[in-house]
Every structure is written in structure tokens, then in C-alpha cells.
């Protein structure tokens, strides 16, 4: 079974494709409706094979061609161009722009599904050794407003760097999460349909919930609209996030600052926890309870001080005094992060040698996930 993109602007072709390739071909398949979008959900998770209209807005799918030929992740991959475009300069044109095949459209469902599967037959496999990169980070505080949301898209985004593909942000809030926010995103679709699903329904669905972006990241976003309780149940987090683990690889968790039965499934299944405080002492309070409540999973618990605030910070020897706990990071204060919001670039892709990404650089290298 392969995993199928499909770029089309119409929506009734859509979904006859997908009716194809899942029912009786027996591939996962994502779909897209514009070639932006289409690219950011192939470096959030490569595909196996690509199927690209030609005449779509914003960008043609010569362009989206073009781009994936450029991209490690996906330079080696089988892509089909269907296009109403039929004459010979228009398959010339395609095979330029770096397709496989050329097809015309109107095409029978069973032509197109013997090219796919003989494209797949075919085609190089890809590597094996980023998949054996797999891991769970929970990014958690107690207490708000202390950055969790910035230490989890920064972190998730550096180790998009590195195995691009390999990774998704999971934003667990039941309060309209701003994990979309911060990475320029619409949170739609988002994990609110995932709690009508059973968890043994999860797997074979997560796909169609994950927004790609150009970072080459998956995301699973909160939903705008904050949902009454607290949120997703034990049994769906945790069937939630074997999927991604199968699906992706290295999922990091920003996670409510309650402790949630949600949350703690992704405790209980993390391979780290980042705990981010500040110098405050509410936050120090707050901290040294969190301590006490996690204390069975202390052995992978990473202390993260934030600096959140301008000026001089206590030393971070004394803070550690206070908590009782070693520091594995600390992340210096970045005036620019509140445009950054704003602007939905994070500070790890257009500043990386900024204190604060170098910060939580170091935070992820203590992590030992990623190689």
C-alpha cells in the first residue's frame, strides 16, 4: 500500500480519485486543491507517488513539479500529470518539468490505476534509516503564558530541519490553540473529529486531519473554536499518537496547561518531557508542584527556563536551587517573537542563529531523538 498526493481545483475528480486509489487499489491517499498546499503536505510527509493537475490557480502543476524535483524529500518520486491538456506539446512540457507520465484527461479510472500501480512497481525504494527515528516529546506547563506554544513550534520545526517529513506538531489544546497561529496555518481540518472516531478507526484516518507546512512539517491543530470539557479522551490520544508515530515518526506535543486525561496519556507515552518554567515566582511555584505531580516520569523530564521578559535574569544556578531540579536549557528573551506571531513565521526558520533558537537548539539536542 502506497501513499498517494493528489492535486486537482476540482473537487468531484477528488474524490472519485480517492474512491479509486483507496478502495480498490488499496492506497492511503491525500488530496489538495491548489499546488501550495499540495507541496506543503508533500514535504510534511513525502508521498510515494503524485498525481498533478496542470491548470490550477496560484500555480501550475509544471511548477509543483518543479519544486518537488527540487526537494530532497521528494526529488526521486513518481509523478503524473492528468491535465485536460492533451497535445504533444503539453506532454513535451510536462516530461520537462520533471513528470513520469503524461496523461489526458478524460481518463478511465482503470488506465489510471494501472499506471499508478506500475509507476510504484517501478520506482526506487526510499531510504530506511529516517524511519527508525521515532519519539514523543510532551511540551508542558502548568502554568500560562510562559512560552510553551513558541519552545514546541521552534523545537518541532528544528527537527523538521533535520528529517524533514519525519515530523509532527500536535497542538493538544481544548482552548483554541495557537500552534496554527504561530506557524501561519488555518486550524481547519483539526483533531476535533478524531473523538467521534473509535481508536481502532484512527490509523487508517489521521492523514486526512494533518495540515502540511513548508517546513516540512506535519501538524495536527486545536480547533478555533474552544470545545467544551477537555477535549480528546485518554484512549483517542493515545491511539492518536501511535498513528503518527507509524505515519511520521517524532511527534511533538504543545500540551494544556491542565493536566487533561489527554495530556496524560501523552505523559505516560512520551519519550521526553519538556517542562518550560520562567523566573517568576508564580511559574517557580507552579514548577515545583508539576514536579511533585509527574514525579514517576522524572527520569525524562528536560527543565526548560524561559526568558520571557527583557532585562537581567536571576542565575539560572539559583533558580535551580528553588526547583530542585537541573536546568537542560535555557532559552534567552527574543523581542522579535511577538511580530513573528503575528506574521506566522517562527523565528526558527527565518532567524535559526537567533538566542532564542539556539536555545532551544540546545534544548533539542539534549533530547537525543534526532541524530
Known amino acids: 500500500m502506497a501513499r498517494i498526493l493528489v492535486i486537482d481545483d476540482n473537487a468531484d475528480l477528488l474524490q472519485m480519485i480517492r474512491m479509486l486509489l483507496e478502495d480498490r487499489g488499496g492506497h492511503t491517499v491525500v488530496l489538495s486543491a491548489e499546488g501550495e498546499d499540495g507541496l506543503a503536505k508533500a514535504m510534511a510527509n513525502p508521498p510515494d507517488l503524485a498525481i498533478v493537475d496542470v491548470m490550477m490557480p496560484g500555480m501550475t502543476g509544471y511548477e509543483v513539479c518543479r519544486r518537488l524535483r527540487k526537494e530532497p524529500a521528494t526529488a526521486n518520486m513518481p509523478i503524473i500529470i492528468l491535465t485536460a491538456r492533451g497535445q504533444s506539446v503539453d506532454r513535451e512540457a510536462a516530461l520537462e518539468a520533471g513528470a513520469n507520465e503524461h496523461m489526458a484527461k478524460p481518463v478511465t479510472m482503470s488506465e489510471l490505476l494501472d499506471r499508478v500501480n506500475d509507476l510504484l512497481a517501478t520506482s526506487p525504494q526510499p531510504p530506511t534509516a529516517p524511519s527508525a527515528v521515532q519519539g514523543i516529546v510532551g511540551v508542558l506547563s502548568l502554568r500560562g503564558g510562559v512560552g510553551v506554544t513558541t519552545v514546541a513550534v521552534n523545537l518541532a520545526v528544528l527537527f523538521a530541519r533535520r528529517i524533514p517529513g519525519r ?158 531540579h537541573p536546568f537542560a536549557a535555557t532559552v534567552p528573551y527574543e523581542s522579535a517573537q511577538v511580530q513573528v506571531v503575528s506574521q506566522g513565521k517562527p523565528l526558527a526558520l527565518i532567524a535559526p542563529q537567533s538566542p532564542l533558537v539556539q536555545g532551544i537548539a540546545r534544548l533539542a539536542a539534549g533530547l537525543g531523538l534526532v541524530p
Not at 203 to 213: P, Q, S
Not at 243 to 251: M, P
Not at 263 to 284: C, G, K, N, Q
Open 167 to 324: 515530523v509532527c506538531l500536535v497542538d493538544l489544546s481544548p482552548s483554541s490553540g495557537h500552534v496554527a497561529l504561530h506557524l501561519g496555518l488555518r486550524p481547519d481540518p483539526n483533531w476535533l473529529p478524531l473523538g467521534a472516531l473509535s481508536p481502532g478507526a484512527i490509523d487508517a484516518a489521521i492523514n486526512n486531519y494533518l495540515m502540511g507546512h513548508a517546513a516540512g512539517l506535519a501538524v495536527l491543530a486545536a480547533p478555533y473554536v474552544p470545545v467544551i470539557g477537555t477535549g480528546l479522551s485518554r484512549e483517542t490520544v493515545a491511539a492518536t499518537l501511535n498513528a503518527l508515530k507509524k505515519h511520521v515518526g517524532v511527534v511533538v506535543v504543545d500540551l494544556p496547561s491542565v493536566l487533561t486525561e489527554g495530556a496524560a496519556a501523552v505523559v505516560e507515552a512520551a519519550d521526553a518531557i519538556v517542562l518550560v518554567t520562567t523566573a517568576d515566582p508564580a511559574a517557580l511555584q507552579t514548577t515545583l508542584g508539576s514536579l511533585q505531580a509527574l514525579k514517576a516520569w522524572s527520569s525524562k523530564i528536560h527543565l526548560a527556563l524561559n526568558q520571557i521578559v527583557p532585562g537581567a535574569a536571576p542565575p539560572a544556578e539559583a533558580l535551580q536551587r528553588v526547583v530542585k
